[in-house]
């Protein structure tokens, strides 16, 4: 089997979705000696220009698409080519892709599988920028159009994804991620050097994750105010990640309250200075309003931090019983009182420790590899997955070369086809008819519409000006129950005069093929 990975996200983070998807690569590299993995460090609509840095496992069966190309002739090529020419550059498509970052290759592949962490765009608009959320949205509706299953973090998302989304629960799977092998106890640990001047020497709260409205941080900062207020101890708080999107109302609280001396935003932190935080903190605080999983959570528990978290979405899927929750995350008290309480108490900070730790090790990035291939193998096996029928805007997982992006008029959705354009269909049992909604561009029925299954010419049709449906019965050599190579050609194409400034080569709008 050919597994295709989309890893292009590697190159540029080790946070998040790069660091789910580098995880798991590493991971499927132990388990799995058998399998041929095509890397895709270059995404079908763009070439990042640190693609060479993506992930690449060093196991024998793993390789990377269009690694061994010069970078200066692959720029150029890439650049030069349409769409079809950067299809060809990546090559003939695996037996299955997997799309790791909330997205969705536009071609065809014979078997698709999109990962979604979480639902927040659209539960929770208000944490995202607009353009992040449109996107979401966009490529949210490609998967739904040319995905075969989906897999998704935990089973908060799952329900997430039924509940907002309209995906049905027997379309989906979860996999739970884990922490990186490299998360653990260190003996002895440090305060990295970077950030001795400002924590070292004194106990630190810690956060972990991009400063963005959904981590709730302004009102973890509120709470630690609160805490100092009332409170002697001398625990600072430390946030290490990026500067995320909307994070403004963090700085203010800050300076509001006059911390610019105790609260120190550490920006991004190496692998390194990440796992010696975790083991030198005090606590790790993960104040989340809405996650699909909480990988800092598991993170910090699997270097022994005692760890405070929010009571919502998926965070009680991954504490278990082993973390210390505030009930209302923007109950800025509650959390300030949870606060303190594991501050001051020796012994439940030493429960946390060791009850963290034990509910960490249940999760593994081994088994979730093992779980993820055994959904791509059932996927690939499974022929009642080939599509016997595309329609435009819906299901189009069959739809091969010769389209152009969906359309949506009134009069229903289609896709401008060029002179020719390529389907992979699969008739069930007793379906020997292929039945096609087309129009033309023209006025006048001058063009002439030719199916081809399977090389053989099945019928000819004078398409109108509106979507009209045509019937072709396949001839007795055409094999059923098995996916054909369905060809649409067209003698007529729209000329520059009547185009505009629409560069496109225009043969016939298409609303629905497929078998009957």
């Not at 698409?65 to 020419?85: I, K, Y």
């Not at 700085?251 to 083991?279: I, P, Q």
Request: charge should be neutral; charged fraction near 25%; proline fraction near 7%.
């Amino acid at each position: 089997m050919r597994i295709g990975i989309d890893v292009s996200m590697t190159a540029d983070s080790k946070t998040g979705l790069p660091s789910y998807t580098r995880s798991l690569v590493e991971a499927l590299a132990r388990v799995d000696r058998h399998n041929e993995y095509l890397l895709y460090p270059i995404t079908w609509h763009s070439l990042p220009p640190n693609h060479r840095e993506s992930v690449l496992p060093k196991a024998a069966n793993f390789r990377r698409v269009c690694g061994r190309w010069p970078q200066r002739w692959l720029d150029r090529r890439w650049q030069q080519s349409d769409r079809a020419g950067r299809q060809r550059l990546l090559g003939p498509p695996p037996d299955v892709y997997f799309s790791p970052f909330h997205n969705a290759p536009d071609r065809w592949l014979p078997r698709l599988v999109c990962v979604w962490h979480d639902v927040s765009f659209r539960v929770h608009p208000e944490f995202s920028t607009e353009a992040n959320r449109v996107y979401c949205e966009q490529q949210f509706e490609r998967s739904v159009r040319l995905a075969h299953r989906f897999v998704t973090v935990s089973h908060f998302s799952k329900q997430e994804l039924v509940r907002a989304m309209g995906v049905p629960a027997d379309h989906i799977d979860v996999v739970h991620e884990a922490a990186d092998p490299m998360c653990r106890q260190l003996p002895g640990a440090a305060v990295p050097a970077r950030f001795q001047a400002q924590l070292g020497g004194a106990p630190f709260v810690l956060y972990v994750g991009s400063v963005e409205p959904r981590k709730n941080l302004a009102t973890l900062v509120e709470a630690y105010a609160a805490l100092q207020a009332r409170s002697r101890h001398p625990a600072r708080l430390a946030i290490a990640g990026g500067s995320g999107w909307k994070n403004s109302a963090v700085h203010e609280a800050v300076a509001r309250h006059g911390l610019a001396d105790k609260v120190h935003l550490l920006g991004f932190v190496t692998d390194e200075e990440l796992v010696a935080l975790y083991n030198t903190c005090a606590l790790f605080c993960y104040p989340t309003l809405y996650e699909g999983f909480g990988l800092p959570v598991i993170e910090a528990m699997s270097c022994g931090a005692p760890v405070v978290t929010s009571r919502v979405a998926s965070l009680p899927e991954v504490g278990g019983d082993a973390v210390a929750y505030v009930d209302d995350p923007k109950d800025t008290a509650a959390l300030s009182r949870v606060l303190q309480q594991v501050l001051e108490d020796d012994a439940l900070r030493q429960r946390l420790r060791q009850q963290g730790l034990a509910q960490a090790a249940t999760f593994s990035w081994d088994r979730a590899a093992r779980e993820t291939l055994q959904i791509l193998e059932r996927v690939v096996a499974d022929r009642e997955l080939d599509p016997g029928d595309v329609r435009m805007g819906e299901d189009e997982r069959g739809l091969d070369a010769g389209f152009h992006d969906v359309e949506r008029p009134p009069e229903g959705a289609f896709r401008w086809m060029m002179q020719r354009g390529t389907l992979h269909l699969r008739p069930r049992a007793a379906q020997r008819t292929l039945r096609v909604t087309a129009a033309s561009p023209l006025p006048e029925q001058t063009v002439t519409l030719v199916a081809r299954v399977a090389g053989s010419v099945v019928g000819t049709a004078l398409l109108g000006h509106g979507p009209r449906t045509f019937r072709f019965e396949l001839p007795p050599h055409v094999p059923g129950d098995r996916l054909l190579d369905v060809e649409l050609t067209v003698n007529h194409v729209l000329p520059p005069a009547m185009k505009g400034d629409d560069r496109r080569e225009l043969g016939a709008r298409l609303f629905a093929a497929g078998f009957v």
